[in-house]
């Protein structure tokens, strides 16, 4: 072969060399910044405005309306926040992610095609510089041997339209179930913020009130009646932690209420009437229940309780019932005490017989015998 020949050889490979080199050079950036830095590198996570969550089955979106956090699925309820922002945080620190299909042309493989029976979880995040899409794949299958003993699998992903990813850790939190993004804590009322309470059942009312000094006294007590104090301290707790299982068809509550106990509680602020029907059997023995909440309401809440009635725990709505035979005493009034003008108008008693004289009189008839 002559020196020519292989000189142009030479520069042909070279060439070849130099092409190779830059198409990895313009794929690079690409793949390094969806692998080993932060998932979601072009996202300011602080300037999301609403969150929607898709699969095949079942769609969710989390957008702010009115300045709260709502599930449009569930009629603008006010949506979980704590959650929501367990979500946001998953994202903003899931890092470390591995190039698993640079290409992406094998997205049934992993999970990520769009169409099909195992369609992604997908995650659109509008934010500040635009909108951007998270799709979460398959569970990538554990190693021979690591079924058990093994690392977590990890789980397929794709930002974009960019490669596929191996997250090492799944997203928590991920579902696109409306049912799992609702705020189901109706009431957060600690029983020192309540001042007064008045339950009314099968025709009966009692009310209590808190003194200045914090103690529990009944309101308009008749003689002899007492307060249960421990059975009133639940009623005032009854507030605290009071949450729902599912949010009522307006249709389906209708007829719920009818003959309902009552319970209203005042706060220094606000007032909380609580509507309380029937235990439902086909249902658990949940309670309907319907609030309707007036003064300084903080602006979730109002939102999450007007127009709507919830189905609530009976260990809940049980507590919030409240009959007067639970609450108070009767106690039998004291023996009246005598007074000194009246003590000198009775008449006096007999006079004590003395005990010694039958004795001696018996002596004496002795010794005249």
């Not at 949450?243 to 009552?262: H, N, V, W």
């Not at 319970?263 to 309380?276: D, K, L, P, S």
């Not at 106690?331 to 017989?353: D, F, G, H, K």
Request: glycine share 10%; proline share 7%; hydrophobic share 45%.
């Amino acid at each position: 072969m002559s020196k020519k020949t292989l000189w142009t050889l030479a520069l042909v490979l070279a060439a070849l060399s130099a092409a190779v080199w830059w198409n990895g050079q313009r794929a690079a950036p690409a793949a390094a910044s969806a692998a080993g830095g932060r998932l979601l590198p072009g996202v300011d996570l602080a300037t999301v405005r609403a969150v929607a969550l898709e699969t095949s089955a079942a769609t969710t979106r989390l957008a702010q309306v009115d300045g709260v956090w709502c599930v449009t699925e569930k009629g603008d309820c006010p949506a979980d926040v704590r959650r929501l922002r367990n979500l946001i945080q998953a994202l903003d620190e899931t890092d470390g992610a591995q190039v698993a299909d640079e290409s992406a042309d094998r997205l049934a493989e992993f999970g990520l095609a769009a169409d099909g029976a195992e369609a992604p979880l997908r995650i659109a995040l509008e934010h500040a510089a635009g909108r951007t899409t998270l799709s979460l794949g398959k569970t990538r299958a554990p190693r021979r041997g690591d079924e058990y003993w093994g690392p977590p699998a990890g789980r397929y992903a794709r930002v974009d339209e960019g490669p596929v990813l191996l997250l090492k850790d799944d997203v928590p939190g991920a579902d696109a179930d409306p049912a799992q993004w609702w705020d189901r804590a109706l009431l957060e009322i600690e029983p020192e913020d309540v001042r007064k309470v008045e339950a009314a059942s099968a025709g009966e009312t009692v009310a209590v009130e808190r003194g200045g000094d914090g103690t529990l006294a009944l309101a308009a007590a008749g003689e002899g009646e007492e307060l249960d104090a421990p059975a009133a301290e639940r009623l005032f707790g009854a507030l605290r932690g009071l949450r729902a299982d599912e949010i009522l068809k307006p249709e389906e509550s209708e007829g719920m209420f009818g003959d309902a106990a009552t319970y209203a509680a005042e706060t220094e602020g606000a007032t909380y009437r609580i509507e309380i029907g029937a235990a439902q059997e086909g249902r658990g023995n949940g309670r309907p229940v319907r609030i309707e909440a007036t003064g300084d309401v903080p602006a979730a809440t109002a939102k999450k309780l007007a127009g709507r009635a919830f189905l609530v725990p009976p260990y809940l709505a049980d507590a919030l019932v409240a009959q007067r035979a639970a609450l108070v005493r009767t106690t039998e009034p004291a023996p009246a005490e005598t007074n000194a003008e009246e003590a000198e108008s009775l008449p006096e008693p007999p006079p004590i017989p003395d005990a010694t004289a039958p004795a001696e009189a018996d002596q004496g008839a002795d010794a005249g015998s």
